[in-house]
């Protein structure tokens, strides 16, 4: 796009504010959930609804969502987005019972599904391959400050006001971003292509159900008969997906993509490094507060050293790219990640606060690293026409790592610390440390404490154990399948700017020096 570097920056921060919007209200609703619960009346089972009705439309939606992206216009789409996540925020902090609290969920969880792609798929399309690196590394910092800053703001919004504030506080981002949208971002969009109305159906109601199962995995097992009907119909969806797009004329999802090995690496290294980090806030953060006896905000506020170390190699990153090239940037910050998570797998009480802060520095400065340039691979290899899916393809692909993260490494503490505690404990004692920390207070019982905290450390050993060599595997795939070579030109979609009435542009072509195809 033709477009002074000036307004492409402008343009950027709208991309940054709508991934902003996303990412806090993700982590804010994590602090939000006993005020709103006490307030409303919410049982475990409405809690479980009211954080998982979002992330099953969300997840569900993407790839539809992509595709209509590419089909209607991608500024057209984000802008639908940001309006209903905004309105249902609005709906959601004034809900008068879980009912109608989960119904604002699911319409926020649509309106996400037309934001995320279209944000990725607007950078890849304003930004040529000389910014795109800085550009993404803007974005991906961004979205790192949400994910740390999200639990402080959150019981800062708490204390403050009320549960409310933490959805209300999402209206004037949403606002802010419209407005910038329509003001300053020009349309973009692929060729006309005929609809695919059964791929839609079949990814969304795959997706779906792959995401219930997984969410699901820890608390019943495959062997559940309702944990079995979901993981059967997901598997049936998206096998029929699968070749449905592949004998379409007219397919929804361009799945010759993962012919491609840059393409098909780097989708797998980053399902990899999710599976890693999808556990950590889970993890760590219980154990922060009951091995450290740290309150949820000092929890939140102790990720920051991660976010400094990402927000800093983001910006170094974006800088040497050019130079080493994007295979260089992936393998060593992948790897910088795995010695994080060695580290965090090593940690003990007696070590105190200095193990858990030097891998958090280590798993963000790797993650600054790596991730930006990893994305940048996966997206120079969508043609243009393209860039919806294939933004609704990434964030699929690292949506369904960091669910499968949070279930396995769930399982896995789960499991570790039920296994590890004394045969003679309580039933609610081997289940969770937070019921056998609260028993032993009760009755004095300082053995029965300390077996919880002995069982738990072991139990997170292990989880993150898991978390290095998902992550370490990752590097190796790196090395092994990326190239860094100039690939072959791929041309611009149409693009229109509405509110100045320029025509569009004549197609021009861009190519991508991050990896080429084998």
């Known amino acids: 796009m033709n477009l002074s570097s000036s307004r492409r920056r402008l343009i950027l921060i709208v991309l940054c504010l709508s991934t902003l919007v996303l990412v806090i209200d993700n982590m804010v609703l994590t602090v ?27 997840a569900g939606l993407l790839l539809t969502a992509g595709s209509l992206s590419d089909r209607f216009g991608r500024r057209r789409v984000m802008v639908i987005g940001l309006a209903l996540f905004g309105a249902a925020s609005l709906a959601a902090a004034y809900a008068a019972d879980p009912v109608q609290l989960v119904a604002a969920r699911v319409a926020m969880g649509v309106g996400g599904a037309l934001i995320m792609p279209s944000t990725l798929s607007i950078l890849i399309t304003v930004f040529d391959e000389r910014e795109r690196r800085k550009a993404l590394a803007a974005w991906s910092a961004v979205a790192m400050v949400g994910l740390v800053g999200g639990p402080v703001l959150g019981g800062a919004l708490i204390a403050w006001f009320w549960w409310g504030a933490v959805f209300v506080i999402n209206v004037p981002i949403a606002a802010l971003a419209i407005a910038a949208a329509l003001t300053l971002m020009p349309e973009s969009k692929g060729p006309w292509r005929k609809a695919d ?66 393409f098909s690496g780097s989708s797998l290294s980053l399902t990899l490094v999710q599976i890693g980090n999808g556990g950590l806030l889970l993890v760590l953060t ?88 990893a994305i940048a691979a996966l997206m120079g290899r969508v043609p243009a026409e393209h860039a919806g899916v294939g933004s609704a393809l990434n964030d699929t692909i ?52 300390q077996a919880a905290r002995d069982a738990f450390t072991a139990a997170m050993s292990s989880a993150f154990a898991i978390s290095a060599a998902g992550v370490l595997a990752a590097a190796v795939l790196a090395l092994i399948v990326l190239r860094d070579a100039r690939t072959p030109a791929v041309p611009h979609p149409t693009t229109t700017d509405a509110p100045e009435r320029e025509p569009a542009p004549a197609p021009t072509t861009t190519t991508d020096a991050l990896a080429t195809r084998s």
């Open 398 to 449: 690292q949506q369904m790592g960091a669910a499968l993260g949070v279930a396995v490494l769930g399982s896995v503490l789960a499991a570790g610390y039920g296994a590890a505690m004394p045969a003679t404990a309580a039933a609610a004692a081997r289940r969770s440390i937070a019921d056998a920390l609260a028993a032993a207070r009760l009755t004095g019982d300082t053995t029965l404490a």
């Open 286 to 373: 219980q154990y922060l507060q009951y091995m450290l006896g740290f309150t949820p905000t000092q929890a939140g506020l102790a990720f920051i050293p991660m976010a400094v170390a990402s927000l800093a190699c983001n910006t170094l990153g974006a800088r040497l790219g050019g130079r080493v090239g994007a295979r260089a940037q992936i393998v060593t910050g992948l790897a910088v990640m795995a010695a994080g998570f060695a580290l965090l797998a090593v940690t003990t009480p007696a070590r105190g606060l200095a193990f858990p802060l030097a891998g958090l520095l280590l798993i963000g400065a790797g993650g600054g690293t790596a991730m930006p340039a």
């Open 32 to 58: 939000a959930i006993p005020p709103l619960a006490a307030d409303l009346g919410a049982g475990a089972r409405d809690v479980q609804w009211i954080l998982d009705s979002y992330i099953l439309v969300f």
């Open 197 to 262: 109305p059964v791929g839609m159906i079949l990814s969304t109601s795959g997706m779906t159900a792959l995401v219930w199962t997984i969410i699901e995995l820890p608390a019943h097992g495959l062997t559940h008969p309702a944990t079995a009907a979901t993981g059967a119909l997901a598997v049936l969806a998206l096998a029929a997906f699968v070749v449905w797009e592949l004998r379409c004329a007219h397919p929804m999802v361009p799945l010759g993509l993962f012919r491609d090995r840059t």
